[in-house]
């Protein structure tokens, strides 16, 4: 659904989101944490792509198999601050998360996997609990 996508194409903060959306088929999100991109899928068709920011140096963002647990468009870290975490999609119990938010294009979160905020939004909107999400390093 993405035409001609490529990954050096994204600058921090962009993303691309394909015209039309498959409405079969599971969705699934890998994050790549070398590359600091996320890529959304309906399927087995790339639907989205954006840069993202990951953990910092000193944190960490899992590596693994994870599923969305819990899903608020409004929601506040317990953890920092009270730091407002929009689209929040959590995958694990410690409060890692997908949420919109800064997004510089290199690793700076405290280990939340931040994207820019209408990427964010989409992706929201394409997920449900339970939705497969894979990070890799």
């Known amino acids: 659904m993405i035409e001609s996508f490529h990954r050096a194409w994204l600058a921090p903060g962009d993303f691309v989101w394909a015209e039309e959306v498959p409405t079969e088929g599971d969705s699934k999100i890998i994050i790549d944490l070398l590359t600091q991109t996320a890529y959304a899928y309906r399927g087995d068709v790339l639907v989205g792509a954006a840069s993202v920011s990951s953990a910092k140096t000193g944190k960490v963002t899992p590596l693994g198999f994870w599923k969305v647990l819990e899903k608020r468009k409004e929601y506040r870290s317990k953890k920092y601050n009270n730091a407002s975490m929009p689209?929040?999609?959590?995958?694990?119990?410690?409060g890692i998360a997908l949420h919109g938010g800064v997004n510089p294009g290199f690793p700076a979160s405290h280990g939340c996997v931040r994207m820019p905020m209408k990427f964010a939004e989409k992706l929201f909107g394409l997920t449900k609990v339970g939705t497969e999400v894979i990070i890799e390093g």
């Open 87 to 94: 689209f929040m999609q959590r995958i694990d119990e410690y």
